[in-house]
T-cell receptor, first 116, second 111 residues
């Protein structure tokens, strides 16, 4: 079946503008994760959803970042008043059962965000 | 101290050699451990997962877990140039739900 999809694949924006990043998880996957990866760095956890609720928002860098998930499926990550330090690749992943020991996360292709 | 630490790279091995990648973690509540491979410009993909102490083998890959030492490793036997990538160690506390990733180790296999 289809994998995790993300849109847009690339986004260039001006400092101060708002952006929305979209993630379509694998059908039937209950857990959805957002990460950020700066050039040459590891994955920085942002937020995850179990169904439509977000038990852990601790990774969101500031109150300019927010995310929602509707219908247990599509998720949107919104960054308000973007700053240059927000430039990174934003990765979304989904998994079948978040509490399963061997729960595998499947990653989307990412959205490369560049803030000028 | 980072929650998940990986041996600093880059790591370079000749083709056919064994590559050894190491990872330590600080949270003793961690229950599941994953190795992901990430090619340049691509997304991470799962290679192996392990949650019991000992070794787990899958083809040329062997994951080793020692919970007492809070240590997990990945061995790649008969390394191939196609194994050249960044390897990410991820540690998950299934009660908390989230996974914490290390910064990765970049492996280069030279023909």
């Amino acid at each position: 079946g289809a994998g995790v999809s993300q849109s847009p694949s690339n986004k260039v924006t001006e400092k101060g503008k708002d952006v929305e990043l979209r993630c379509d998880p694998i059908s039937g996957h209950t857990a959805l994760y957002w990460y950020r990866q700066s050039l040459g760095q590891g994955l920085e956890f942002l937020i995850y959803f179990q169904g439509n609720s977000a038990p852990d928002k601790s990774g969101l860098p500031s109150d300019r970042f927010s995310a929602e998930r509707t219908g247990g499926s599509v998720s949107t990550l919104t960054i308000q008043r973007t700053q240059q330090e927000d430039s990174a690749v934003y990765l979304c992943a989904s998994s079948l059962v978040w509490r399963d020991l061997e729960d595998t996360q499947y990653f989307g292709p990412g959205t490369r965000l560049t803030v000028l | 101290q980072k929650e998940v630490e990986q041996n600093s790279g880059p790591l370079s091995v000749p083709e056919g050699a064994i590559a050894s990648l190491n990872c330590t973690y600080s949270d003793r509540g961690s229950q599941s451990f994953f190795w992901y491979r990430q090619y340049s410009g691509k997304s991470p993909e799962l290679i192996m997962s392990i949650y019991s102490n000992g070794d787990k083998e899958d083809g040329r890959f062997t994951a080793q877990l020692n919970k007492a030492s809070q240590y997990v490793s990945l061995l790649i036997r008969d390394s191939q140039p196609s194994d050249s990538a960044t390897y990410l160690c991820a540690v998950k506390d299934t009660n908390a739900g989230k996974s914490t990733f290390g910064d990765g180790t970049t492996l280069t296999v030279k023909p």
